[in-house]
């Protein structure tokens, strides 16, 4: 803007001095004219200004790494009376490198008169998390596109990108096939050893332990019925996010992302249901997610990409210590800052849990 006065004040001086060097009906007319647009021209951003908006209401809510991702900002001018020329600065940056300086980009265009368009800003995520696209500025242009008057926005949306889901080679083995760990969920394809729960009622074999029989339902049917316990659908595996902030960084919590979605959907796939916890140092808790399904695995990614790397460890392992007091699991599954797999402390060439 301060450009443009000064190429301004240098027209109207030059104007001036034609005026005086030349006595013509010409330069006095365009002498006038450049005094008074100055006035006029502010006095029609004052009144147009208010009439052209900008949303940020065409932004995806989710994205893909590597993939390409539009943002549409919609602008529009309640103006009845002429079409409005404007300018959008929009920035796009990695929500983890608050550092970093935003990469802005800027868009031109005009508005017609009560309509609105959508302008599109495309980018491509190199890493996984959130992408903040903001809306810094809009800037309203009077009729010649001479000056300008801005509109100081602060709207701002959030992408997070997703990792890609993909299987990874790991072994199952018969601990944790048959390992009962406690829930209000039961099989119904195998028996257990959970009394709480019966897996199904059938005729009395011999070998049956007696403590088996169902009395009552031996003496309606008039024959000895067994009853054989439940098993228990709890977790079997827990699979904990070590991120400390010192060790943290956009590559390798994209790194983490696609480590950790690989291994969640392998489980899934292959009918393991596991727990994935970290540490929320805002709220001092150890967050907790059930995964059954490929589904539930999305679930659990979506709301990991919103961790904040830990600062104090010690705090973290007492709150870890708190929440899991009592808790089994068949195997312990550790996934460090740079996105590596650890098992009883080392790292395993090919994971068996």
């Keep these: 803007m301060v450009r443009r006065l000064a190429g301004y004040s240098a027209v109207a001086l030059a104007a001036a001095y034609l005026f005086f060097m030349y006595n013509e009906t010409v330069t006095s007319g365009i002498l006038v004219f450049i005094l008074l647009y100055l006035p006029v021209s502010y006095a029609y951003l004052l009144l147009v200004k208010g009439n052209v908006t900008a949303d940020l209401e065409r932004v995806p809510a989710m994205g893909e790494n590597g993939k390409r991702i539009r943002a549409g900002v919609t602008v529009r001018n309640d103006s009845r009376l002429a079409g409005i020329r404007y300018e959008l600065i929009l920035s796009v940056r990695d929500a983890r490198d608050g550092k970093k ?22 980018f491509v995520s190199g890493h996984c998390g959130s992408i903040e696209v903001k809306l810094e500025k809009l800037r309203v242009f009077d009729l010649l596109g001479i000056f300008c008057i801005g509109k100081k926005e602060d709207q701002a949306c959030s992408v997070k990108i997703m990792p890609g889901f993909a299987l990874m080679p790991l072994e199952i083995t018969r601990k944790t096939r048959e390992f009962q760990a406690e829930s209000d969920d039961y099989s119904g394809e195998k028996k257990g050893d ?9 005729e009395y074999r011999v070998m049956d332990p007696l403590k088996d029989i169902h009395w009552k339902l031996s003496a309606k049917e008039d024959e000895l019925m ?10 079997t595996v827990l699979i904990w996010f070590d991120i400390r902030e010192s060790m943290t960084t956009s590559e390798s919590f994209s790194a983490v992302a696609e480590r950790a979605a690989s291994l969640s959907v392998t489980l899934a796939e292959e009918k393991c249901i596991h727990m994935a916890a970290w540490y929320e140092e805002d709220n001092e808790r150890i967050v907790k997610y059930r995964v059954r399904d490929e589904e539930e695995a999305y679930n659990m990614v979506w709301h990991l990409l919103d961790l904040v790397p830990c600062r104090d460890i010690g705090k973290r392992d007492a709150c870890f210590a708190e929440e899991f007091r009592g808790l089994q699991f068949s195997s312990t599954v550790t996934i460090d800052s740079r996105g590596e797999i650890w098992k009883d402390g080392e790292k395993p060439e090919l994971l068996r849990l």
């Design 101 to 122: 300086k935003r990469k802005k980009k800027k868009y031109t265009g005009t508005v017609p008169a009560g309509g609105e368009e959508t302008l599109w800003c495309e």
């Design 194 to 202: 959970d009394p709480s729960e019966i897996y199904q009622v059938r």
């Design 226 to 235: 067994v009853k054989e316990k439940g098993f228990p659908l709890g977790c």
